[in-house]
C-alpha cells in the first residue's frame, strides 16, 4: 500500500468542519421527512411527544447548566480576585501530596511524577511526597525522576509506603497513616494523585489558596483533562464526560455541594485525611443493605472520602482553573466493552453511596437542593429510557413516524447541548451529540442494572471482586437481584404502555 501524496488528506481542521456540515444535512433531510403534522401543538398526539416528563427532565439540565455557568463567569472570579488578594497568607505553612501508584506504564509514571515534582517546587512552602506503591522498582524509578527532575532535589521530602497490592483502599490507608506520623500543621493541606494523573502548571497553588478562604471546606477537586490511549471514539467519549464534570461540578460548588472527591486529584485539609474515622471510611468502607445484607466496597474511594466529609459536617468545593490532565487507558481495546465496565463501576460506586447518604445524612447535612440531585439520580435512570421505549412502541403501533421525529429530536437537542458545552472551556465535537444520546441510554442501562447488583463490583485495573457469603446465601441474592430487576422493568414498560394509551385516547 502506497501513501497518499502530500496534500490529498484534508487538514484535522476541515475534516472537523466536513463532520460538523454532514450533522447538519441530517438533521435537515430527517427535518424534511417529518410529516408537519406530528409537529402541530394543537394535535393530541403531541401531548405524546412533549409530556410532562419532558419537560421536567430537560429543565434540570437547564437549570444545572445555568447554575454552572453563572459559576464559572460570575461567582468563581470574584473569589478568585479575594483570594489572590491575600497574597502568601492563603499558602498553608506546609503541603504534602499522596500519590497512589499501581499497574500504571511506565512511561505514564515518568510523566505523572515529573509533573508532581515540578509543581510543587514552585511551592515556597516545605513539601512531602509520600509514594504509595506495590513493586520496589517503582521506588528505585521515582527516587530517579526526583533526582532528574528537581534543581535542588533535597528540599522536597519524598517518603515511600509499600501497599500489599490488594487495593487501592488499602494503599490510600497506609499512605494516611503515614501522614498522621509527620504530625503536620494545624493549617496544611494534603493533595492526593492518582498514578495516571498529570498536574498543569499552577494546579497546586492555584487550589490549596481556597482553604484559607473558605474556612469550612474540609475538600476540594480539580478541572480534567484528558489524553486518551485509544480509538478515536473512545477518546471523545472521555472527553465529553469531563466537559460534562466540568458543568455539573460547577453546578454543584455553587452550593459548596460537590458530590465527589475525585480519585485522580483533590486535595483536602490535613487535619480531616488524619482523622481515624476519616482513614477508616476509605480503607473499609461497606453497606448495609436490607436484602443484600452487609458487603465491603472495593472501588468508590472517592464517594467514601465525600461521605466522610459530609457526615463530620464540612463543604467541598470545586476549582475549575485548577488544571490536571489524565492519562486514560481503556480497560479493553473494544468500545463498547470499556464504557460498559467503565460506567457500571462508576455508577455501582455512585448509587451505593447515594442511598446510604441520603438515609444516613438528610437535609440538615447535605441542604436541599444536594438532596433533591441525589433523589433526581435515582429517578432520571428511569426517565432517560422513558423517550425510546415509548417511541418504539409507539412507532410499532402507530407509524415509523414516531421514531423518525424521536430520533429528529435527539439530534437537535444533543446538538444544542454540544453547542453549549463549547461555552464552558472544553473543546466540543461533532461526535457529541451521538456520544451523548449513547451515554443516556447505556449509561441509564447500567445504572438499572446496578441499582439491583449492588454487591457486585470489581476494579478496571485490578481484577479482584468481592467474595460472595456462602453458597445459598450467594444464590439468594443472586436470585433476587433478578427477580426484582424483571419486576421493576415489567412495572416500567406497564407505566409507558399506560403512556401510549393515555397520550392517544379519544378523551384528552
Not at 64 to 81: E, I
Not at 282 to 288: F, G, I, Y
Amino acid at each position: 500500500m502506497t501513501a497518499s501524496p502530500p496534500g490529498t488528506q484534508p487538514a484535522p481542521g476541515a475534516r472537523r468542519f466536513m463532520a460538523w456540515m454532514l450533522l447538519f444535512g441530517a438533521i435537515a433531510l430527517m427535518a424534511d421527512s417529518v410529516d408537519a403534522r406530528y409537529l402541530d401543538p394543537d394535535h393530541k398526539k403531541f401531548i405524546f411527544l412533549l409530556g410532562v416528563i419532558g419537560t421536567w427532565r430537560y429543565g434540570n439540565a437547564i437549570m444545572h447548566y445555568l447554575r454552572g455557568m453563572y459559576f464559572l463567569y460570575w461567582r468563581f472570579p470574584r473569589m478568585r480576585r479575594a483570594v489572590e488578594r491575600l497574597g502568601d497568607r492563603a499558602l498553608p505553612s506546609e503541603v504534602f501530596m499522596v500519590v497512589t501508584s499501581f499497574r500504571i506504564p511506565t512511561h505514564t509514571t515518568f510523566k505523572v511524577y515529573r509533573s508532581v515534582f515540578q509543581e510543587v517546587e514552585r511551592l515556597e512552602r516545605p513539601v512531602t511526597i509520600i509514594a504509595s506503591i506495590v513493586e520496589k522498582a517503582d521506588e528505585v524509578f521515582i527516587k530517579d525522576i526526583l533526582r532528574q527532575t528537581c534543581r535542588h532535589p533535597d528540599r522536597i521530602k519524598l517518603l515511600i509506603v509499600r501497599a500489599r497490592g490488594t487495593g487501592k483502599r488499602d494503599g490510600l490507608a497506609h499512605a494516611f497513616r503515614a501522614l498522621s506520623r509527620q504530625m503536620p500543621a494545624e493549617d496544611a493541606v494534603v493533595g492526593v494523585v492518582d498514578g495516571d494523573t498529570l498536574m498543569l502548571p499552577g494546579c497546586v497553588a492555584n487550589a490549596i489558596k481556597f482553604f484559607s478562604y473558605l474556612p469550612n471546606v474540609g475538600g476540594l477537586t480539580t478541572n480534567e483533562y484528558c489524553e486518551v490511549e485509544g480509538s478515536e471514539l473512545m477518546r471523545q467519549w472521555h472527553a465529553l464526560r469531563f466537559a460534562q464534570r466540568h458543568v455539573n461540578m460547577c453546578s454543584m460548588a455553587l452550593s459548596q455541594r460537590v458530590l465527589t472527591m475525585t480519585g485522580r486529584l483533590s486535595f483536602f485539609r490535613a487535619t480531616v485525611l488524619t482523622d481515624p474515622d476519616f482513614i477508616r471510611d476509605v480503607e473499609a468502607d461497606h453497606l448495609e443493605h436490607w436484602r443484600l445484607g452487609r458487603f465491603q466496597f472495593l472501588t468508590g474511594d472517592d464517594k467514601s472520602s465525600w461521605f466522610s466529609l459530609m457526615r463530620a459536617g464540612w463543604d467541598t468545593f470545586y476549582v475549575p482553573d485548577s488544571l490536571t490532565l489524565t492519562v486514560e487507558h481503556p480497560p479493553e481495546p473494544r468500545f463498547l466493552k470499556a464504557t460498559r465496565q467503565l460506567m457500571y463501576r462508576w455508577y455501582g460506586n455512585s448509587l451505593r453511596q447515594n442511598f446510604r447518604t441520603t438515609r444516613l445524612l438528610g437535609r440538615r447535612q447535605l441542604g436541599l437542593f444536594t438532596m433533591y440531585v441525589l433523589y433526581d439520580q435515582r429517578v432520571s435512570m428511569w426517565t432517560c429510557l422513558l423517550g425510546l421505549t415509548a417511541s418504539l412502541v409507539a412507532s410499532l403501533l402507530f407509524g415509523a413516524q414516531y421514531l423518525l421525529l424521536y430520533l429528529l429530536w435527539i439530534l437537535i437537542s444533543r446538538t444544542i447541548a454540544t453547542l453549549l458545552y463549547g461555552l464552558s472551556g472544553h473543546a466540543i465535537n461533532p461526535l457529541y451529540p451521538l456520544v451523548l444520546y449513547y451515554n443516556q441510554i447505556a449509561g441509564s442501562a447500567m445504572k438499572v442494572y446496578s441499582m439491583f447488583h449492588m454487591d457486585q463490583q470489581s476494579w478496571t485495573r485490578q481484577k479482584t471482586k468481592l467474595a460472595g457469603g456462602g453458597n445459598l446465601d450467594a444464590a439468594l441474592n443472586a436470585l433476587s437481584s433478578k427477580a426484582m430487576l424483571v419486576a421493576s422493568v415489567g412495572i416500567f414498560a406497564g407505566a409507558v404502555a399506560g403512556l401510549i394509551y393515555l397520550s392517544h385516547s379519544p378523551s384528552l
